[in-house]
């Protein structure tokens, strides 16, 4: 990532034609394929966990390991690119992507599928950054802007047919299904991308790469993952396992720091973060992402474990949520250069703080009316959240240092929304216990209301023990439905508190936006 690609090589004319329009297919296939496979998932959750005989907690780990592993892979993109060219990289990358996703959907086992889940992130990380990167290369100069937007909407279009694909695919064939398809579109995009683009290839070069911190990289990362993934299970730092990925994570971390900044080709470079808008808007996307990626993986479990949704109707719940972000970014990035960022970044945060102040309202007796809206609302939040973040990010920053500060930024909040999955889940599992064990102590079999309930479900025809098994069952709805308001409202809290912290940057206006942020 500290290398950007080289220019040696005088630049090709634009494409024309059809060739165009199959390139920019192509392209836009693979980062849907990308982009989807990080929201198809979500929704099948409760699917997988059930058919691999493990905990829905644990089969957050289907998400978690994907996310990590692609965010570990994007400070490769750089150098990967100056030693093997952006075509063959591309193109083996989608390749690789589509055994990965070959291999995800014959996974015996949850270790097997993991694997393969990291196999799969590992390889991704190029994609994206690529496909933008060659798409850019086929158009004009004064073309730009369209391409990027039509790019763009690729990367808004995936998460709203993610929840529904992936839904109806679990509920009409079988999760392994979600994963099979990547083949077919993969192979396509492969295909084309390498017959239109081959004669094309960026100039390659040798550069040094830093080996010792990309496995210091590697392990306080996947250490950190792994404790906040089993913490729960384990019973935190209770488990001298925890307590050990714990102290691995930490000196990992604090010698992975020291190491990058003696370097001359860091894997990441660390000095960007002693520049005021990088580091404030770095943390605020990072912070703002953990806490959306983690209420979006929350919000289909809770309609399918505790509201009795289908994976196709929680996939129809979670749609919407594009369709005001498509109608509303290329307004945003159209503007992003004559309004100050910061106040559009306040307007995504505002938004954000809405949609989950009215979810943290949510009952056991919310209707899909009522769970729709905030969905709808929160497009719009969306559509004002990546482009200003990122321009505030990139603000002040030479022409050189903006692949370097891009894939950084990215890199800090692909990690942050993986670990923010775990975070999420596991608080409104400890949320939920507290809730469960209060509702408890305010129930008695001697109580006339719960007499009256038992009493009821025995007339239906139930045994006690049935009937008990039912009373439970409401029980831990009431209480999870609880937990789930919890999290929403502190992460309302949290999202208001990044307003006087974006505020704090001074970006330079007219900044140029990389759309990498919006995957």
């Known amino acids: 990532m500290a290398q950007a690609q080289s220019g040696a090589q005088a630049p090709l004319p634009p494409l024309t034609g059809g060739k165009l329009v199959a390139g920019t297919v192509a392209l836009s296939l693979a980062t849907f394929m990308n982009v989807l496979d990080s929201s198809i998932a979500n929704v099948s959750l409760p699917a997988i966990a059930g058919d691999l005989g493990v905990s829905p907690a644990q089969g957050t780990w289907v ?13 490769l993109t750089g150098w990967l690119t100056q030693r093997f060219g952006a075509v063959r990289l591309f193109t083996l990358s989608v390749l690789l992507f589509v055994l990965a996703s070959w291999l995800c959907g014959f996974a015996p086992s949850l270790e097997w599928l993991i694997g393969f889940r990291v196999l799969q992130g ?19 100069p ?11 909407m690729t990367t808004l279009v995936a998460p709203v047919t993610g929840p529904l694909l992936g839904g109806w695919i679990t509920d009409n064939m079988t999760w392994p299904w979600i994963f099979y398809i990547n083949v077919p579109v993969g192979l396509g995009a492969a295909f084309v991308t390498w017959r239109i683009f081959a004669k094309r290839e960026t100039p390659i070069r040798k550069l040094p790469i830093d080996t010792v911190g990309l496995a210091l990289l590697v392990l306080w990362v996947g250490a950190l993952q792994i404790m906040l993934d089993k913490g729960k299970e384990l019973d935190w730092f209770e488990s001298t396992q925890i307590l050990t990925l714990g102290w691995t994570a930490l000196i990992g971390f604090v010698t992975f720091v020291v190491w990058e900044l003696r370097q001359d080709h860091p894997v990441v470079d660390i000095r960007l973060f002693g520049r005021r808008n990088f580091v404030l808007g770095a943390v ?18 809770w309609l399918q474990q505790y509201m009795g949704y289908t994976a196709t109707a929680a996939g129809m719940a979670m749609a919407p949520v594009g369709l005001l972000a498509i109608i509303l970014s290329p307004l945003v990035g159209k503007n992003v250069t004559k309004v100050d960022p910061r106040a559009l970044s306040t307007v995504a945060f505002l938004g954000f703080a809405l949609v989950l102040w009215m979810r943290s309202h949510f009952t056991v007796q919310a209707d899909m009316t009522t769970i729709l809206i905030p969905t709808v609302l929160q497009g719009a939040a969306i559509a004002f959240f990546f482009i200003p973040l990122s321009a505030i990010t990139l603000s002040g920053l030479s022409p050189d240092k903006i692949p370097s500060a891009s894939g950084l930024s990215n890199f800090c909040r692909i990690t942050a929304g993986a670990m923010g999955t775990s975070v999420v889940t596991t608080i409104w599992d400890n949320r939920a216990t507290m809730h469960h064990v209060h509702l408890v102590e305010k129930i008695s079999l001697t109580d006339p209301g719960a007499s009256e309930a038992i009493g ?6 139930l045994s006690m023990e049935q009937s008990m098994a039912q009373v439970t069952r409401l029980i831990d709805q009431q209480a999870f439905t609880r937990a789930a308001d919890d999290v929403f409202l502190a992460s309302a809290w949290l999202f208001l508190l990044l307003v006087p912290l974006v505020w704090l940057a001074k970006p330079t206006r007219g900044v140029a936006v990389d759309a990498g942020g919006a995957h």
């Open 284 to 301: 605020a996307l990072s912070v703002a992402y953990c806490l959306f990626f983690g209420n979006v993986v929350l919000v289909p479990m």
């Open 456 to 461: 009821m479900l025995s007339r239906a025809g």
């Open 142 to 152: 004064s073309k730009a802007g369209t391409a990027l937007a039509m790019w763009a």
């Open 63 to 75: 998400i978690t390991s994907f996310g990590v592993a692609n965010a570990i892979s994007v400070p």
């Open 122 to 140: 590992l390889v991704a990380g190029p994609m994206i950054p690529l496909s933008q990167t060659l798409l850019l290369a086929s158009y004009p």
